[in-house]
């Protein structure tokens, strides 16, 4: 027997995981899309402590993404520049270079957004803080990483030539 899949939920009545590093990168993700039905966007809500981060800087070559401010202050950076930020903001998250982007609660109240992105397979993502790319291939509806069908987090600078290796 299925169960119908109601397509509203309230942002209070979800369960938040814990994700970061323990330090700086620290935040509670509520994943929301798959408990309400959605297929092509995924949707989940970050809260930030006072300090926090939920990711380093990065762009995006594929997955594009929308944040939408709920409660509280902090600062974006995109491409470089900095941004105040604060409830009833509207934040473009588009794809490629100079879209570089980071939401930071620098307040002192929780700092509680809306992340929607759409889920295209692969996403290459940049870390231009640390020269780090990322490959994400697989189902990234629910954010977990383990559902990744291939995921390597590797820095740009370790690659090797095209025909590295290849003697055929
Ligand atoms: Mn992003």
Do not use: W
């Given at each position: 027997m ?9 942002i209070d ?19 929301i ?59 473009a998250?588009?794809?490629?270079h100079g ?5 930071r ?8 957004f809306l992340?929607?992105s759409t ?5 290459v993502a940049e870390?231009p803080?640390s020269g780090k790319y ?5 189902d990234?509806?629910?954010g977990?990483?383990?559902k ?8 740009k600078?370790a ?5 590295d290796?290849?003697?055929e």
């Open positions: 299925s169960e119908t899949i109601k397509p509203v939920i309230n009545d979800i369960d938040y995981m814990d994700f970061g590093d323990g330090g700086k990168f620290q935040a509670k993700l509520g994943m899309g798959p408990l309400i039905g959605a297929k092509k966007l995924g949707y989940n809500i970050t809260r930030l402590q006072p300090g926090k981060a939920a990711f380093p800087y990065h762009l995006h070559h594929n997955i594009e993404e929308m944040f939408f401010i709920i409660e509280g202050e902090g600062v974006l950076r995109f491409d470089g520049k900095e941004y105040p930020i604060k409830k009833g903001d509207v934040i998250g588009p794809t490629g879209t570089a982007h980071q939401i609660n620098t307040a002192d109240a929780e700092l509680v992340a929607v889920l295209e397979t692969p996403d870390y803080d990322a490959v994400i291939c697989g990234l509806a629910g977990d990483p383990s990744a069908t291939f995921r390597i987090v590797a820095k600078d690659g090797v030539g095209y025909f290796g290849e003697s």
